[in-house]
């Protein structure tokens, strides 16, 4: 019994701890979490939205307009399932294994701009390292906070587009999601 208990206090206290922040998913790959993944106030009621299942999205986006798009593919990521309804909701929703995975709002999609300031304030600023060049735009750049699960694209101090997606390790988002534009013409 005290066996039991000792080992249930070291199992908790190695879940806890700073020093393991890992966990394993029901498909063996391993995750690397966030301590608490930042939120951008004007972009919370999307982030319950991550790892809803198909059916559920599909009746939240019933209606004219509903448009599904088989074995889709954003950027590096392959085989997905795109839903989106612009006449109820404004992000483009991509599934993989029948749950969202990933949200995008393209420009203006919002119905107002969103100023990277309001990003920032509520994210901080990214490691250099985090700051790759976009498809927006020759000039533009691609912010990614993986483990807060958001990444944009900004040109010019504008916004161009918004990702949301489960959080990961900056790694796992160059390898899974990113993908490096082509040369831009002069």
């Known amino acids: ?18 020093c393991q922040n890992q966990i394993h998913d029901s498909s063996k ?13 004007v972009l919370a009621d999307y982030y319950p939205r991550l790892g809803m299942s198909r059916r559920a999205l599909a009746h939240w986006l019933a209606g004219d307009g509903l448009h599904v798009n088989e074995d889709f593919a954003y950027d590096r990521w392959e085989h997905l399932t795109r839903y989106y309804n612009e006449a ?5 929703y991509y599934l993989e294994d029948d749950h969202v995975v990933l949200i995008y709002f393209g420009d203006l ?44 694209a900004v040109l ?20 899974k999601i990113y993908k490096e534009p082509g040369p831009w013409p002069l």
């Open 156 to 175: 010019d101090g504008e916004v161009q587009y918004i990702e949301l997606f489960q959080s990961m390790t900056f790694a796992e988002y160059v390898s």
């Open 109 to 152: 999609e919002l119905g107002t701009r969103i100023a990277e300031k309001d990003l920032t304030d509520a994210l901080g600023t990214p490691l250099p390292e985090q700051v790759l060049r976009s498809t927006a735009g020759k000039r533009a750049l691609l912010k990614v906070y993986a483990t807060d699960g958001l990444a944009y």
């Open 29 to 41: 790959k391993t995750m690397q979490l966030s301590s608490t993944p930042k939120i951008v106030p």
């Open 88 to 92: 109820i909701d404004l992000g483009s």
């Open 1 to 18: 019994m005290r066996l039991a208990a000792l080992f249930a206090i070291l199992i908790t206290g190695w879940l806890f701890s700073g």
